[in-house]
């Protein structure tokens, strides 16, 4: 089975920050990689598929980036309303990996 | 618009078994897949299988095999998501969500609001 790792699992910044998770995968998954964005007690939101193309009604300060094994998700410019949990997914099976939680200096 | 509706919170003693439901609408209900994620207190996002509502046929993840059977009723458009043999570490938050594949890509677009399920004696 394919692995997925995630880094930071947390992060403190500031509004206006460059904020920026690495995701990397046990084997090459090509551009097969997704991002989701998951408030506290809400469902999982779809910001990003196919590593790099962003979601319809999504910011376009979220961005992602990378093939193979290893992923970049950025937002440009941090706003209070990006407070959440962030997961890749790849696609065997749809897997997620451990998740890298976002809040406000 | 796509809407997906899930029964209700549910307690459940150890041993028994739970059936979550995932209503389905503003689409072709037979066309997507649907897939089954859970998500204990606290923790990240468990991919538990999905199911093809057109043909019926499954795919589980390995830890839920044996545990879990996923089925469909077509005619009222509706998934369902049964799991067995209930321990306290099954207690979670259990999502439906509905599988977009286009050129290759897939990816989770829609998703239902959750269903707690606690298990406790």
Known sequence: ?105 | QVQLVQSGAEVKKPGASVKVSCKASGYTFTGYYMHWVRQAPGQGLEWMGWINPNSGGTNYAQKFQGRVTMTRDTSISTAYMELSRLRSDDTAVYYCAREIAVAGGVRNDYWGQGTLVTVSS
């Open chain 1, 1 to 105: 089975d394919i692995q997925m790792t995630q880094s930071p699992s947390s992060l403190s910044a500031s509004v206006g920050d460059r904020v920026t998770i690495t995701c990397q995968a046990s084997q090459d998954i090509s551009n097969y990689l997704n991002w989701y964005q998951q408030k506290p007690g809400k469902a999982p939101k779809l910001l990003i598929y196919d590593a790099s193309n962003l979601e319809t009604g999504v910011p376009s300060r979220f961005s992602g980036s990378g093939s193979g094994t290893d992923f970049t998700f950025t937002i440009s410019s941090l706003q209070p309303e990006d407070i959440a949990t962030y997961y890749c997914q790849q696609y065997d099976n749809l897997t997620f990996g451990p998740g890298t939680k976002v809040d406000i200096k």
